[in-house]
């Protein structure tokens, strides 16, 4: 694969392997993702991963990013690291921090979205934010698991704001549906911007950025591991800025 793993770590010790995920890989394989994978990236580096875990597909995988997600990634190189990296983010001992850039102006400068989240009624890929106003039935199918993200304004553009979140829980795509659901979408994210679907000049992708993670890693140390914005996101903002310097 046109990737180099051993480029992108970010930290290793016995136990762990943390990564700098870049965007456009895809964490384990599914069903539209076969190989290509940072799995495949991740045996060819550490072949005795191999059976750590819980799912022979997702080998020492502890938590994920999505495909167009960059940032770090922490995965388990042996049974007992995972299983105590499992319960930090299960017990949300894990602290996690996000970089996003929002479509339009938020009117606060750090708040919280307390959305309990489901799969898509319509459309099950999908996850949505349950409404108070309709009747869950009517918005999602399957099971409701609950989800709390927090924000904080960072810098503010005319079309875009940019943000610092923290998730407390860990929800697939809870970040991506949690601003959609306020109308505020991650820029560029095909999936969830919809009538609000606004793309930077010569960004590809939703700007969406793991920036760090802290726990306590199996030797009983905490750490907090970065990753710095990645060149795409960067010199979005740099546009975006000269801009603005422009029109002041």
Same mark, same amino acid.
């Given at each position: 694969?046109?990737?180099?793993?051993?480029?992108?770590?970010?930290?290793?010790?016995?136990?762990?392997?943390v990564?700098?995920?870049?965007?456009?890989i895809v964490?384990?394989?599914?069903?539209?993702?076969?190989?290509?994978?940072?799995?495949?990236a991740?045996?060819?580096?550490h072949?005795?991963?191999?059976?750590?875990?819980?799912?022979?597909?997702?080998?020492?995988?502890?938590?994920?990013?999505d495909? !167009?997600?960059?940032?770090?990634?922490?995965?388990?190189?042996?049974?007992?690291?995972? !299983?105590?990296?499992?319960?930090?983010?299960?017990?949300?001992?894990?602290?996690?921090?996000?970089?996003?850039?929002?479509?339009?102006?938020?009117?606060?400068?750090?708040?919280?979205?307390?959305?309990?989240?489901?799969?898509?009624?319509?459309t099950?890929?999908?996850?949505?934010?349950?409404?108070?106003?309709?009747?869950?039935?009517?918005?999602?199918?399957? #099971?409701?698991?609950?989800?709390?993200?927090?924000?904080?304004?960072?810098?503010?553009?005319?079309?875009?704001t940019?943000? #610092?979140?923290?998730?407390?829980?860990?929800r697939?795509?809870?970040?991506?549906?949690?601003?959609?659901?306020?109308?505020?979408?991650?820029?560029?994210d095909?999936?969830?911007?919809?009538?609000?679907?606004?793309?930077?000049?010569?960004?590809?992708? #939703?700007?969406?950025?793991?920036?760090?993670?802290?726990?306590?890693?199996?030797?009983?140390?905490?750490?907090?591991?970065?990753?710095?914005?990645? !060149? !795409?996101?960067?010199?979005?903002?740099?546009?975006?800025?000269?801009?603005?310097?422009?029109?002041?």
């Amino acid at each position: 694969m046109n990737f180099s793993l051993a480029k992108n770590i970010v930290y290793e010790d016995r136990d762990v392997v943390v990564i700098n995920k870049p965007a456009g890989i895809v964490v384990h394989p599914d069903a539209t993702h076969k190989n290509e994978t940072m799995v495949d990236a991740l045996l060819e580096l550490h072949p005795e991963i191999k059976t750590v875990g819980d799912d022979p597909t997702r080998p020492g995988i502890v938590h994920r990013l999505d495909k !167009d997600t960059s940032g770090v990634l922490i995965v388990a190189k042996n049974q007992a690291a995972f !299983d105590h990296l499992k319960k930090e983010f299960q017990e949300r001992r894990a602290i996690k921090n996000y970089i996003t850039l929002a479509v339009g102006s938020l009117k606060q400068t750090q708040g919280e979205i307390n959305l309990p989240i489901g799969r898509g009624y319509k459309t099950p890929t999908q996850r949505v934010a349950i409404q108070a106003h309709l009747p869950a039935g009517r918005q999602v199918r399957g #099971q409701i698991r609950e989800a709390l993200t927090y924000y904080k304004v960072l810098e503010r553009f005319p079309e875009f704001t940019l943000m #610092q979140i923290t998730p407390k829980t860990g929800r697939t795509h809870q970040i991506r549906t949690h601003l959609k659901a306020i109308g505020h979408p991650v820029a560029c994210d095909k999936l969830y911007g919809g009538k609000l679907f606004i793309c930077p000049m010569g960004l590809t992708r #939703q700007f969406l950025h793991a920036a760090s993670l802290e726990l306590t890693l199996p030797s009983g140390s905490r750490i907090k591991l970065e990753a710095d914005l990645p !060149d !795409d996101l960067m010199n979005t903002l740099m546009t975006l800025r000269t801009r603005l310097a422009g029109k002041s």
